[in-house]
C-alpha cells in the first residue's frame, strides 16, 4: 500500500490552504490569530514529508517581528492619549485662581462661615421644589421648599445656619434639589461658584479641574469669570446679583 498516495492528498491540501491563508492575512492578524494558523500548519503538515526548517524559522521570525510591532504601535497609541491628555491640561491651565461656575452638587463652607454662590438650574418650570443641603455625612442640615419655580437658573441665598439656628461647621456640603410631585420626585441640576484650585489628567483622556471639594470635567464648567483685584483707593460698593431670579426669602419645611 502506498502510503504516500493515500494520505498526501488531504495533508498537502491542508497544508497548502492553511499556508494560504497565512500568507493573505499575515498583514492584518494578530499575535493569537497568527499562532494560531501557525500551529494549524503544523498539525496538518504530512509527515512523509514535513515542513522545511528554513520556511518555519522564517515563520517565526515574522511571529516574533508583528509582537514587536504590535508593542511598538501600543506605545504611540499610549504617547498620543498622554500628549492630548496633557494638551487637555494645558489648555485649561489658565483656569486655575479664575472664578468659575460649574455643574456640581459639592461645595464647602469655610472656617468663617462662607458660603458659595449656589444655584438651581430647571431645565422646565416644576410646581414645587425642595432643596436640602447634606453634611459630609449624608444628613440634612437645613431643608427649604421654594414652591414653584419658572425654568432657568435660579439663585439660592443660604445664610450657612443649621435647622435649629446654629452655624454649620466648616466643611463639605452636598447641594440636592428634586421637583417633587406627590409621592414622585426627579432631580434638579445644581450649579456652585468657586475658585479653579487645580487642574488634573483624567486616566482616559480629558482633564477636570478642582474648585473646593469637587471634581467637574471641562465640559461641566458654565461660566469663567474674571477675578476683581482690589483697588485700595476705590470707594466699598455694594454688590451687586450676577445672576437673576434669586429665589429670596427661603421657606423652610417644618420640622427639618
Given at each position: 500500500m502506498d502510503i504516500q498516495s493515500a494520505s498526501a492528498p488531504g495533508t498537502t491540501a491542508a497544508t497548502s490552504a492553511a499556508s494560504a491563508a497565512a500568507n493573505r492575512d499575515r498583514t492584518t492578524l494578530g499575535q493569537d490569530e497568527f499562532m494560531r494558523m501557525l500551529i494549524t500548519q503544523l498539525e496538518h503538515q504530512d509527515p512523509l514529508e514535513p515542513q522545511d526548517p528554513t520556511e518555519f524559522t522564517a515563520q517565526l521570525a515574522q511571529f516574533s517581528t508583528l509582537e514587536q510591532l504590535t508593542k511598538i504601535r501600543e506605545g504611540i497609541d499610549g504617547l498620543r492619549s498622554d500628549e492630548g491628555a496633557f494638551s487637555d491640561v494645558a489648555s485649561l491651565a489658565?483656569?486655575?485662581?479664575?472664578?468659575?461656575?460649574?455643574?456640581?452638587?459639592?461645595?464647602?463652607?469655610?472656617?468663617?462661615?462662607?458660603?458659595?454662590?449656589?444655584?438651581?438650574?430647571?431645565?422646565?418650570?416644576?410646581?414645587?421644589?425642595?432643596?436640602?443641603?447634606?453634611?459630609?455625612?449624608?444628613?440634612?442640615?437645613?431643608?427649604?421648599?421654594?414652591?414653584?419655580?419658572?425654568?432657568?437658573?435660579?439663585?439660592?441665598?443660604?445664610?450657612?445656619?443649621?435647622?435649629?439656628?446654629?452655624?454649620?461647621?466648616?466643611?463639605?456640603?452636598?447641594?440636592?434639589?428634586?421637583?417633587?410631585?406627590?409621592?414622585?420626585?426627579?432631580?434638579?441640576?445644581?450649579?456652585?461658584?468657586?475658585?479653579?484650585?487645580?487642574?488634573?489628567?483624567?486616566?482616559?483622556?480629558?482633564?477636570?479641574?478642582?474648585?473646593?471639594?469637587?471634581?467637574?470635567?471641562?465640559?461641566?464648567?458654565?461660566e469663567v469669570?474674571?477675578?476683581?483685584?482690589?483697588?485700595?483707593?476705590?470707594?466699598?460698593?455694594?454688590?451687586?446679583?450676577v445672576l437673576a431670579p434669586a429665589v429670596e426669602p427661603l421657606t423652610e419645611i417644618a420640622g427639618s
Open positions: 489658565g483656569l486655575v485662581g479664575r472664578d468659575v461656575v460649574i455643574r456640581s452638587s459639592m461645595f464647602e463652607v469655610d472656617a468663617g462661615g462662607a458660603v458659595p454662590g449656589l444655584e438651581l438650574d430647571l431645565a422646565a418650570p416644576a410646581e414645587a421644589v425642595r432643596v436640602r443641603v447634606l453634611n459630609a455625612a449624608g444628613i440634612p442640615v437645613r431643608t427649604f421648599d421654594l414652591g414653584s419655580l419658572s425654568s432657568g437658573r435660579h439663585a439660592l441665598a443660604w445664610d450657612g445656619l443649621a435647622s435649629d439656628g446654629t452655624p454649620v461647621p466648616p466643611g463639605t456640603y452636598e447641594l440636592r434639589a428634586e421637583s417633587v410631585s406627590g409621592a414622585n420626585s426627579t432631580r434638579l441640576e445644581t450649579l456652585v461658584h468657586g475658585t479653579v484650585d487645580a487642574v488634573e489628567p483624567l486616566a482616559g483622556g480629558g482633564a477636570s479641574i478642582t474648585v473646593g471639594p469637587a471634581h467637574a470635567a471641562s465640559d461641566a464648567i458654565v469669570r474674571r477675578t476683581p483685584e482690589p483697588v485700595a483707593s476705590a470707594p466699598a460698593v455694594a454688590a451687586t446679583p
